[in-house]
Nanobody, 121 residues
Framework: QLVESGGGLVQPGGSLTLSCVPS????????IGWFRQAPGKERELVAA????????YYEATVKGRFFISRDNANKMVYLQMNDLKPEDTAIYYC????????????????WGQGTEVTVSS
């Protein structure tokens, strides 16, 4: 129900912007986030917008470099990634849920197919 785009190969220090849009126009999620999974590692939450009562969440290693935003009119969600590092290499997934706790825990059923980001010189 979610479709990501914008991944690719980028040099260290470069930037990429990932986009996420519902595949079904009527699909609306209250809480939205970006996860990533690097080879041999578990999936982790990178950034999230929780609609009510919380500040935007950022994983510690991306804070100050990554920025999540949403365009409600166009139902788009973005992840602006700056100063990319080789350790940011992963498949990035967009996910959404009506329950913020379920999203943060990675227990949502609403995932995109993923977009690959490779940071390498």
């Amino acid at each position: 129900q979610l479709v990501e785009s914008g991944g690719g190969l980028v040099q260290p220090g470069g930037s990429l912007t990932l986009s996420c849009v519902p595949s079904v126009p009527t699909f609306i999620v209250r809480n939205i986030g970006w996860f990533r999974q690097a080879p041999g590692k578990e999936r982790e939450l990178v950034a999230a917008i929780i609609r009510i009562g919380y500040n935007d969440y950022y994983e510690a290693t991306v804070k100050g470099r990554f920025f999540i935003s949403r365009d409600n009119a166009n139902k788009m969600v973005y992840l602006q990634m700056n100063d990319l590092k080789p350790e940011d290499t992963a498949i990035y997934y967009c996910a959404g849920d009506s329950n913020g706790g379920r999203l943060v825990a990675g227990l949502t059923e609403n995932w995109g197919q993923g977009t690959e980001v490779t940071v390498s010189s």
